[in-house]
């Protein structure tokens, strides 16, 4: 069997259709999944309510120990079960935001671990309190000095995409299985695939090392 | 009876079985300089921290200008928490680790707090900024990051934030402690010039040649409790009691080592 790359080529434009949603699913669940995590975040040390800490750590303790695949599964027919019938997009967003929220989370913990908390005590004694406290004194610095392990979750969620496809979201992973169950060629589509992905999650890591440091710069 | 300016009344703070702030209680008139002296753990940045209740203090009252400051109850109503800010805002606090925001450059940490806080609008807020940041002398680091500057600058950067906020009282706790020691005349030079303004001032510190020269009064305290109290002169020279004596000679051997 030889390698023909004129089916890579005839390929390539629908694959990168499904790139594009790809980057849709993985860029929309990073999002609501830091939105999500900040929240946790914030509350857990500012509510310092026993209830919702083990809440919390049982939401971490079961994402964690737990395959994204049967979570994806799982909320996609669970959710019609409750009424909820979204299709595959949305509980696929829906799986993605709640596996990397509860990273996000962790990630964040480690973050604000390094805030000092002499930056709370000066931002209360000048009155400085509530959201503003958060949003213009704790969560700037968290999130700088969260900025790695951010960008690596993301390549992750980028990557756990392709699981979406067992839920019938056309991104790319399915775009591809369906392209090679009818050309019979899956070396070739597969390979174009695989180089795909890299280059995504190539991207996003380099741009990681060029915000690393800018901000370095700026502080240092 | 004349109304204090601030007026701390039976304070007492417990940290597990250690007493921070036994019955602590002190009244400071308008413009006067208080120096807090006393060996390391004996309350005295705890006694601070209660003046603008960073650190609650169990039971006890602050008086601030015929106000009450705080509330005991652990959970604060929404009006109350705005009440303590605005108490907090009056009240300029100094750290010895200084605190400045290391995300913001400098003329950002002057102005943060005073749109924030003060709702004041950013050409306002820039404006003053610039004035106080030249008053302490970092007109010309006012593009700077906070990890570009020196301890000294830092602490210098820290008074010019607070004092943005038109601070009618300054708490200090240990300013020059963290400082090296050719760095601590630039911080004291610009307190100083706060005394002779006539601000009125808490300040945690060892510097005892700055306190004897500065201060109007000063307290030593120990094992939670102020032992004794008076004008520096008869603080430092005739000690009544052992404690502040022992206290005394300890600081003198150090300093004739140094």
């Known amino acids: ?220 | 009876m004349t109304l204090n300016f601030l007026e701390l009344k039976g304070l007492h703070k417990k940290f597990g079985d250690i007493t921070a702030l036994n019955n602590v209680s002190l009244n400071v008139s308008k413009g006067e300089v208080i120096f807090i002296i006393g060996p390391s753990g004996c309350g005295k940045s705890t006694l601070l921290r209660a003046v603008n209740w960073l650190t609650p203090p169990d039971k006890g009252e602050v008086w601030l200008e015929g106000d009450i400051v705080g509330s005991l109850s652990s959970k604060l109503t929404i009006e109350e928490s705005k009440l303590l800010n605005s108490f907090r805002a009056k009240m300029g606090m100094v750290f010895q680790q200084f605190n400045v925001w290391p995300h913001l450059n400098a003329l950002e940490n002057v102005v943060r707090a005073q749109m924030v806080v003060a709702k004041r609008n950013k050409a306002e807020s820039e404006v003053k900024a610039l004035k106080i940041l030249d008053e302490v002398g970092l007109s010309d680091k006012i593009n700077e990051w906070p990890d570009n500057l020196s301890g000294g600058q830092k602490q210098r950067l820290a008074i010019a934030r607070s004092l943005a906020m038109d601070p009618i009282l300054m708490l200090l706790d240990e300013p020059t402690s963290a400082l090296d020691p050719e760095l601590v005349g630039e911080v004291l030079s610009v307190l100083r010039r706060l005394v002779n303004n006539g601000m009125t001032m808490l300040i945690v510190t060892h510097e005892l040649g700055f306190a004897s020269k500065f201060g109007d009064r000063i307290v030593f305290m120990d094992g939670g409790e102020i032992i004794e109290e008076g004008i520096p002169e008869k603080i430092l020279k005739t000690p009544k009691t052992q404690r502040l004596k022992m206290f005394l000679e300890k600081l003198n051997i150090t300093s004739f080592k140094q």
Not at chain 1, 24 to 29: P, R, S
Not at chain 1, 74 to 94: A, C, K, Q, R, T
Request: charged share 10%; glycine share 4%; proline share 4%.
């Open chain 1, 1 to 220: 069997m030889k390698f023909d790359i004129s089916y890579i080529i005839d390929a390539l434009p629908r694959l990168f259709e499904g790139a594009l949603i790809t980057l849709q699913v993985a860029i929309l669940g990073f999002c609501l999944s830091l939105i999500l995590a900040t929240t946790i975040t914030i509350a857990r040390t500012s509510l310092n309510s026993k209830i919702f800490n083990t809440i919390i750590a049982f939401y971490i303790s079961f994402i964690r120990g737990t395959p994204l695949l049967v979570q994806i599964f799982l909320i996609y027919y669970v959710l019609p079960v409750f009424g909820l019938n979204l299709g595959p997009f949305s509980s696929g967003i829906i799986a993605i935001t709640l596996n990397s929220a509860a990273f996000v989370t962790e990630i964040l913990r480690g973050g604000l671990a390094s805030v000092p908390n002499g930056q709370f005590e000066a931002a209360k004694s000048l009155g400085v309190s509530g959201v503003a406290l958060w949003r213009k004194i704790i969560l700037p610095q968290t999130f700088i000095a969260s900025i790695p392990p951010l960008v690596n979750e993301f390549t992750m969620v980028l990557k756990a995409t392709a699981l979406l496809s067992v839920i019938t979201v056309v991104e790319l992973m399915r775009v591809s299985q369906q392209i090679y169950s009818a050309n019979y060629h899956p070396v070739e589509v597969l390979s174009a695939t695989f180089v795909i992905y890299f280059l995504m999650c190539f991207v996003v890591s380099r741009s990681s090392a060029i915000l690393e440091n800018k901000l370095k710069v700026k502080r240092a």
